[in-house]
T-cell receptor, first 114, second 108 residues
Framework: DAGVTQSPTHLIKTRGQQVTLRCSPK?????VSWYQQALGQGPQFIFQ???????QRGNFPDRFSGHQFPNYSSELNVNALLLGDSALYLC?????????????FGPGTRLTVT | QQPVQSPQAVILREGEDAVINCSSS?????VHWYRQKHGEAPVFLMI?????EQKGHEKISASFNEKKQQSSLYLTASQLSYSGTYFC?????????FGAGTRLTVKP
C-alpha cells in the first residue's frame, strides 16, 4: 500500500521565481492538506483540497495557490518567492468519509530560496 | 490560533514516564497527536474527540478535557524509540492548527 508521496525532495529557487510542488495521496484517501514547516516549529496549515475545491485556508497570502486533480493528487504553487518561504513543505492526506481527519504525511519537499 | 504545548522539551531515562500538555483558547472539536523524528514526516498517533475520551496506543495514552480545552499525552515506561518531537493539533472546520511541539529525548 503506497503511502503519501511528494516530489521533488529538494528544491533550490531564487527570490522572485515560482515553484510547483506535487503530492500523491495515500491509496483510498480523497483529501489533501498542505503545510509549511519552518525549522524547529510545528507545521503551519496552508490549505486543504477536497473534491477538487479548496475547502479551507490558513493565514497564507494569495501567492500560495493549489490544485487538486480528479485522481486526488495535488499541487502547491508559490509565486514571487521570498527568502522567508524557505521551509519544509508537507502534504498530508486523509479520507473525508470517516469524519475523523486522521492524516498521513508525506516525506516533504525541502524548499530553499536564495 | 495555534494550541500551546508544554513543556518545550523533556529528557528522560529509559523506563521513566512523561506527560505532554496541549491547551487551546478556542473550543475544540478534536485533538490530534503526532510524533516527528528528526528529518522525517510527522506520524499519526491518535485522535481524541470531545467528550472526555481517553485513548491508548501501546504505552502511550491521551486524555481530552473538553471543558478545559486541554489534552494531555502520557508516555509510560518510555523506550528509546519514543524520542522525537510531539505535536498536538486542534481541528475546527477542517482547519488544523499545530502547536510548536515538545522535544522528547529518551536516554539509555
Amino acid at each position: 500500500d503506497a503511502g503519501v508521496t511528494q516530489s521533488p525532495t529538494h528544491l533550490i529557487k531564487t527570490r522572485g521565481q515560482q515553484v510547483t510542488l506535487r503530492c500523491s495521496p495515500k491509496s483510498g484517501h480523497d483529501t489533501v492538506s498542505w503545510y509549511q514547516q519552518a525549522l524547529g516549529q510545528g507545521p503551519q496549515f496552508i490549505f486543504q483540497y477536497y473534491e477538487e475545491e479548496e475547502r479551507q485556508r490558513g493565514n497564507f497570502p494569495d501567492r500560495f495557490s493549489g490544485h487538486q486533480f480528479p485522481n486526488y493528487s495535488s499541487e502547491l504553487n508559490v509565486n514571487a518567492l521570498l527568502l522567508g518561504d524557505s521551509a519544509l513543505y508537507l502534504c498530508a492526506s486523509s479520507f473525508a468519509g470517516t469524519g475523523l481527519y486522521e492524516q498521513y504525511f508525506g516525506p516533504g519537499t525541502r524548499l530553499t530560496v536564495t | 490560533q495555534q494550541p500551546v504545548q508544554s513543556p518545550q522539551a523533556v529528557i528522560l531515562r529509559e523506563g521513566e514516564d512523561a506527560v505532554i500538555n496541549c491547551s487551546s483558547s478556542k473550543a475544540l472539536y478534536s485533538v490530534h497527536w503526532y510524533r516527528q523524528k528528526h528529518g522525517e514526516a510527522p506520524v499519526f498517533l491518535m485522535i481524541l474527540l470531545k467528550g472526555g475520551e481517553q485513548k491508548g496506543h501501546e504505552k502511550i495514552s491521551a486524555s481530552f478535557n473538553e471543558k478545559k480545552q486541554q489534552s494531555s499525552l502520557y508516555l509510560t515506561a518510555s523506550q528509546l524509540s519514543y524520542s522525537g518531537t510531539y505535536f498536538c493539533g486542534t481541528e475546527h472546520n477542517n482547519d488544523m492548527r499545530f502547536g510548536a511541539g515538545t522535544r522528547l529525548t529518551v536516554k539509555p
